[in-house]
């Protein structure tokens, strides 16, 4: 392909060229940095519309021309490879510009001050109020923490080199799987470009969380896997192989102390391999590949050990954790309601009360029929393909049917979080698939025909009419998939707004936030909602109450239980914080909603919030306030004095004047 | 170039390379933080964690030359063992710090080194397409950084805050300092004081200007008030509602 545009074309002119096209996307990267830059000032002023035509705009300016470079054939691969990596490094800007100098996003701080603790005491820690089962997993923190402990960078710059390059490091591990499985740098670039389609991607929700960092080694550890289990030439050296073999298990092994869920599909997709490479060597999938069926399930087996053994140590608490996602009866009544047959689960709408535009709501539910249709088309011509299959291509085809499987429960209130995580692993098994199948088209070696009916390569009249179509459709689930993906306060800035996250974070957050960091001390317990609560997590060092406790029903009941003074006890509650506002505007479920155990909750909870009663409870003083926000000092030996006293502590005089 | 000499060549770059790894190891885990000696050791930390042992091990997973892999693919890999390692180390009730992160990549270094040396010679990986993905990838994050520095800042939240340590309560008067920082706003206008539920005096003015400044709320204890401090409550509360209820100290009562 190269060799006859060389022949052709003087090297000198070639080499300008080249350096023509790189000052060129060199200039396009950094407009497109200016105009991303441009677009949050724009939204974070105030701005309801523009800001979204000049984020697009600077999109495009990068993804067109490069696109344009990783598909053409002029295109050498390590040309690709540089391309794959510089829309890494470029898709950071979104997310860095967003969140700037400090945590921002809701599992942000919930790891952040674990990674604090981590460094303070040398243990990982869980705070029960922030985040169950971090300590179980603490993979992500103990990396930041050693680059911490040697490069002397501050806690939140080593976590965003850490996220950097984990993030960079899962496209390009993308690019390199499908370049091995492939041998076609072609098709492994069209693989990442699919990937960075991914809707978690490009905005992903929280820079800084345990699938930053176990995503990546998922899909490096699926490359080593691959290229260890592939058999070489008679006489051909085994040190690499072995290395690579190495390779997989050590990343096995860092990925079951990073994170559950990650670690789980990679134990699964290794003995997915084990099983088709198996089949491929003597059953009915019979090909010319060549993986080792010994080598794949020996390193399918160390997975599925260590993975073992890990969730069988941490034991209960990941299955309270764990368990409502994974609630099977729930989500088969959901896929059966699809059909028409029970009833569902409550939903929710999507771009409910979404600042969205509306094409970026359009191409929203457009992408899912497009990606339904390329996701059967590459499925199909590939099944002409498959005696020249890697094993992967069985392993991603299973990941890109689950998208579709999930979709009925991503409206689910229950489970749409989930679903939406999910995305990130589907999205791999989309990648494989359409880059593979992508790379076969472009070479003109797929084909795809229907009772003596060719239906690709299609006939050269709709070959110059497909392009566009093509394009069209890869814009659409573009801008569909970053819609879909996060709201748009996660991806722009905006006027604070109480109960949204991440637009809560402010002046008033980090005021309270502030004088937590010079009054209180690590022997302090703090209640607050799931908002605020985050911001003292970071600034101070006290420990933190889960937002949906007991303690929570003080405020929602219409009286007061002695068993919710008997929790501020129990938990040694120093410190009350709540916004005047809850219940008056939003939800008052806003204090519990992710706790999965609400319906715990005593029934007439569901109505106002009683947050003036605390102004007139004798064991508490409001020892400093903001416009909306109040910081309480409980007083637990005149708590425990009333407690015992069968009193309450409640003024009702005053209650009756200020509550 | 013969292939001896080629080999001769490769081996030395990786003692180079494994011997350069182990030193900044020990450089950055030896040097203080902060000032210049800082500013080295956070060049130095980052290469012996995030490129070198990752180029080393990379490398012996590497057999197409490929610059890119060998260095993502190697240095999440290094993760992945200071992950290991460091969970390892806290399961036996070490204290996870400098040692137990360098120790590790010590003997990762160390051993990729020597398996380099004695290894195969594998073919060249060419540094440009990392060169030019990093000046590319730059360059968009100069051009966000740059325009982001540039535009003007953006307004942030008006809020203010009100806080009281104690109130103090004599047999004639009630007196409280509160401290007033505004952010952009007017608010709070004025404050009101309660002992219990009776207004004591009429609302204060806060005065316009710099914050934070102290407002003093004083007035005569409402005659017929409880017994002080048990039954005291003293009260501030801003024009928009917001309020403190500090502790109470009883002075001569």
Redesign the interface.
Known sequence: MTAATVTTVPPADLDRGADRR?SM???A??????????A??MA??GDTTGHFYVFWLAYFL?TAPVAWHLLSNRTSS??R??????L???S??PT??RTGDHPLFFDEFSHFRMLQD?VR????HSSVGLLQIGANF???E??T???Y?????TLWISAL??AA??H??LL??VY?LVRDASRSSRAAAIAAVVYSLNPSWLIFDAQFSYET?AL??LV?VL??AL?GARRREPGA?L??RN??VA?AA??T???V??HSVTSVVSAAALVAVAIVASLQQRGPLRTETVTSPLIAWSLAAWAVVITTWRFVDVGHALFVYLGPTFHFSQQLRQLLSVFGIGAGLPLHSAFANSSAPFFEIACGYLMLPILLVAFVWAIWGLLGARRRLSPLVYVAGVLGVLFFASLPLASAVAYSEAVHRSWAFSFLGFAVVLGLAGGLALDGRLSISMRAHRLWPPADRWSLTLRPVIAACAVIVAIGSVSLGSSTAYRF?G??APEVDPLYV???TT?VAQ?FAQHATSHDVVFADRFVVRPIAIASRVHVVQPGGTEVHLLLTHTIAFVELEAYLHDRVTYIVYN?QTGTIGQVKAWFWYVPSDSLLPKDARGPAYIHRL??L?W?????????Y?V??V?QARLAVDYHHNLTGL?R??AG??G | MSVVQRDRGASRGVWALGTGGVALLLVAALLAPGGAEGTVRTVVGCLAVLVIPGWLVGRLADEDGDAIARLVGGTIATLAVVAASSFAAYELGLRVATAVVAVPLLVLVAAAALLGVGAPPVRRAPLAPIAAALALGLAALLGAMVTHLALPATPVQPAFSIEAARAVVSHSQVRVTVTVTRVRTVEPTDLTLYVNVSKVGLPVTVPAGTTPLAVTLAGRFPAGAASCPSRVQVRVVASNGAFLTPPVTCVGR
Request: overall charge positive; glycine content about 10%.
């Open positions: 790189f996307l060199a200039l990267f950094l407009a497109s940095g200016a105009l991303l830059a441009l949050e000032w974070a002023r990068v390590a040309a490879g540089a391309l794959v990596v510089a890494g490094i470029w950071l800007a860095l510009l981590l005491t040398g243990h990982p603490p993979g992500l103990l990396v923490s050693g680059l402990h040697l490069s002397g960078l080199v850490i390059g984990a960079v490091a390009a591990g390199v960092l990546p080694m490096w490359v080593f290229r050296t040190r690499a290395v690579q390779l050590i990343l092994t860092g990925l102390v990073t800035g006027t604070v402010g002046t008033e005021m004088w005047r102004s007139c004798n508490l003083n409001a020892v400093f306030a903001t416009s909306q109040e309480l000092r007083n003024n005089r005053c004047t200020f």
